[in-house]
């Protein structure tokens, strides 16, 4: 008799094992079934329908060659059976049977199965603030959340939001309601910067800056304390660190729990997070269950950590491996070095690995490298500045994460993708010095800023590269702890020097430097100043070499200060 | 005593050695020297700004913050002697001396060194072609020729071109002449496709489409017999292949011969074409020599030969290697995979490892995906075809090179790099399949198209996907050896059943497939087509499931046609 799978979720990963195991296998019987009426679509997708991008809905559940993709789809074209409105509440593992519930009617049944396979996905998480059931609170996790939301704005009901929550999707959604409706939106984050997981404060304060530049009002470090208003009128304002946010809509994407109840239930094993364990394989700890996407934890390789990852990329991948198995074969999953990226308006951010707070607690000794480069050869058009910051244990020069935010997107992602293959295997700062990424002019630079993030992280780990960053700058300079030494040319200086004074602003071009250098004080910490970071660093060394001991320089220059604080520079500067 | 270190040639890798050794070591007496007097330049600039897009030549060698790279430059910035117009002739290893002659005067002298290093580079190769000599004909290879080429344009003094070589610098120079000049061009190629080093044919085809569609006259496997011209006007003309075309500009891109005379004079062993042999370190066969940049053999990693692979990338990472090793670290140069790319007016193109023909003469089997896919997701805005043709060798499954071109060059570069780091260390096509490249709808689909071309080529390599190429189809096709299924909508089939005829181009919809596939007939060689090959493959498989055995399917469907062969598309189609 043929073998009967069963396929409990039907969003990303449930569809790409139905599909890969029916070309695997032409007898088995495949049922997959989903507690929504709505299936196999791009969530990632919701804010770029919210904001616009995409016109249509169904453009989110519909393939490339414009197929819907629905339960008569999945018959026809792919050989799967698939039932909506049925949601799984229990297994007999014993028997092998999956119980359901019918949605529509409330009746309850039994489904046997030889494999069943496990991609529930996650429920948006409501944190316990007063007032967070209210009209007007939505999460978006699914279409008909989206659908809502857009109708919302769309009859123009909402003048002011408020969104809950600074990662992927609270950030997706902040840059949806601001840029296509005009929405004046708040976006509210508990720890001190955006994009917590992902990035570290280097690169978040250019994340910030971009958002508030664009409209949105970025409330860092902020606590959530209740929403206003009633069930009749729905909400009207949220109340942040004490003030009153007024608002007609809010936007809660502080994260999923996992949708694996009736699996706990069952007895398959589950992390602190309730997320289901599983194998290499893709198996849980029953033998006949296999699990993926957002309801599973998966390894992350950099720090050894058990975690989720919610991301329909690995969903879909994972899919793959699992059909692969159920079929009889062996493929593998290992893990995640927690590959990122993310548009904001006009930034693209990428990221791999840890972030230095991440790495820290996970017991290395992270120190890092922050090199602003343009992404092409510097004499082509329309080259634009990229910030690479990439993270290395100060023992072992292991690379533990890399981060990258510029203005063209491609770009900035294509430097990260080149370092996670050998991040996936462990790899030291020398493989980036060396790594060979393409060049040409229209592309990028002979040396390209990811090889350039390594050789300077390579020269800090020696000692011979001791930078600043920004934020220490900024707070050393006003505190008058910090004399710095401009080495760009007059022209650039003199608005500097204007604006906060020649004792605290030395101006030396850098061709002059060495014949200069006895004009400077040994017995003040200097902080050596210029466009990128790059001349900065050769003429910290110049002034080590003439016993100069008290000398730092910035770390992503004046580059730096333009996209995380332009109110620093002087007008004309 | 200061150790004194003598760099011969100052371009790429020399500037890099010399900057990085002082940083390293204040004390060491660093000179290097040139024949040319403009040096440091970006020479793989040239093009860009024979084309316009760089508008004065200093651009080339001056620094990002816009200091000219002269003589003066390395003096005070970087701490480095330069001396230009000297020529090495000679060296003798024993007392450690190179001879060089000043080319001002003539006269020859000594110049002691601890240590040398090698960096000349290539001079453009002269084939042995009567009227090679005429004035009117150039090779592209230092900025002296850059600047005669752009003066001849720019007084409007070159109304037809012809550019004798499709490599990189023959397809760039081609594009340059064209877009903005408007200069009648024709590019010659010697071998059957343009830029045959870096890529095969299938993704040739797509380039040459570009080049003409974008004015560019190409003629593949055409041999120059003669340039036509005297003394006195210059050239007239170019005899290809039997016929004359007339021109008032010959451009010679037919490769580059390292310019290693009086170092393998001085006993140094060089290889087959006169590259100068190094270890890892770069060190030659004499220890106290060091060499890089174009003027060495490199390993190739996926093939283990030993070839010349001038790049400026790959210069500039050696230049930094062989200072870490003067310094007395031990840094390494382990080899290439040949990572390039290139831009062809509105196409990028990437590559890496071997092509299928390299494949083969290595000794390996190589079987290869052609993948067509949306470099975004779907359903963003934006969304452009890039095509990814992976090539692994059939026995062992390992990944031998890569390919990918499309409309947005950053991301098709992207996809290339991606592979490049586990390319290096040797990996299989599962690592591609399972690749964490990141994932976000602005930037790529879920499973992303370089994911695809690994997941499809595991499926050929399982013998699951039993692909067909372009070339392939249109050849049986047009001999009526082969009977085309489409599975796309009527709307979009109706043409070619117009054109072709419904025995040749028999139309059933991919979701009626299943249901009617008894119609088709099982004693002809059927190929399958569709938007892009992906439904094409699923229907394949759905036909063998159902007893077909003489079925295939076109990689790259329709989405290839329209990039190599719009004119086998009906109007309307």
């Not at 409990?8 to 007898?27: I, T, Y």
């Not at 529930?120 to 007007?136: E, K, N, S």
């Not at 607690?361 to 058009?381: I, T």
Request: charge should be negative; glycine fraction near 10%; include cysteine.
């Amino acid at each position: 008799m043929a073998k009967k799978i069963i396929i409990v979720g039907a969003v990303a990963l449930g569809p790409k094992v139905a599909s890969r195991l029916r070309r695997l296998d032409p007898d088995c019987e495949i049922i997959m079934i989903d507690r929504d009426s709505l299936i196999s679509y791009g969530g990632c997708g919701i804010p770029y329908y919210i904001g616009g991008d995409i016109g249509e809905i169904e453009e989110l559940y519909s393939t490339t060659a414009h197929h819907v993709r629905d339960p008569e789809f999945f018959r026809t074209v792919k050989g799967v059976e698939v039932i909506t409105r049925v949601e799984a509440i229990g297994i007999d593992r014993r028997k092998k049977q999956l119980k359901v519930r019918h949605l529509d009617d409330g009746t309850e049944s039994e489904m046997a199965y030889d494999k069943l396979v496990i991609g529930t996905g996650g429920t948006p998480f409501t944190p316990p603030i007063p007032g967070a059931d209210l009209p007007g609170v939505y999460p978006v996790s699914n279409l008909h959340h989206a659908q809502a939301i857009k109708e919302l704005i769309s009859k123009g009901a909402v003048g002011n939001a408020v969104v809950i929550g600074a990662g992927a999707i609270g950030v997706e959604m902040a840059e949806a309601l601001t840029d296509l409706w005009g929405v004046q939106t708040t976006l509210v984050e508990m720890a001190p910067h955006v994009l917590p997981v992902a990035i570290g404060p280097n690169i978040a304060l250019i994340v910030e800056k971009e958002l508030e530049k664009s409209g949105v009002d970025v409330k860092i470090g902020a606590q959530v304390t209740k929403i206003i208003g009633d069930a009749e009128s729905g909400v009207t304002g949220v109340e942040v660190s004490g003030e009153v946010i007024e608002c007609d809509l809010v936007i809660m994407a502080v994260g999923v729990r996992p949708n694996t109840g009736f699996a706990a239930e069952a007895g398959l094993a589950v992390g602190r997070g309730g997320s289901l364990i599983v194998d290499k394989n893709l198996r849980t700890t029953d033998p006949d269950i296999y699990a993926g996407g957002d309801c599973i934890e998966i390894r992350n390789l950099v720090s050894g950590e058990q975690l989720p990852m919610a991301l329909g990329s690995l969903a879909n991948r994972q899919g793959r491996i699992i059909a692969t198995n159920i079929f009889g074969k062996n493929a593998q999953f290992d893990g995640t070095v927690g590959t990122f990226c993310i548009k904001v308006f006009g930034m693209g951010v990428a990221t791999a690995g840890l972030t230095i707070h991440q790495a820290k607690a996970a017991g290395f000794d992270p120190v890092h490298s922050l090199v602003a480069q343009f992404d092409r050869a510097h004499f082509y058009p329309n080259s634009k500045f990229l910030f690479v910051q990439l993270i290395a244990d100060r023992a072992t020069r292991r690379v533990l994460g890399v981060e990258a935010v510029g203005e063209q997107i491609d770009s900035v992602k294509a430097r990260v993708d080149a370092v996670v293959p050998l991040l996936h295997k462990g790899m030291n700062v020398d493989e980036v010095c060396t790594l060979e990424v393409g060049y040409a002019p229209p592309f990028s630079s002979a040396m390209d800023v990811i090889n350039n993030a390594g050789n300077t992280l390579d020269n800090i780990l020696d000692g011979r590269n001791i930078p600043m960053d920004w934020p220490e700058f900024s707070d050393l300079f006003e505190k008058g702890q910090i004399t710095v030494v401009d080495l760009r040319e007059a022209v650039e200086a003199q608005p500097f020097i204007d604006q906060y004074g020649a004792e605290r602003w030395i101006h030396i071009p850098q061709p002059e430097l060495r014949e200069r250098c006895n004009e400077l004080p040994k017995d003040k910490d200097l902080c050596l100043f210029c466009g990128t970071g790059a001349r900065s660093f050769e003429c910290q060394i110049i002034l080590n070499q003439n016993g100069f001991t008290r000398v730092k320089n910035l770390q992503g220059g004046y580059a730096i200060i333009r996209v995380t604080d332009p109110d620093f520079i002087p007008q004309g500067g």
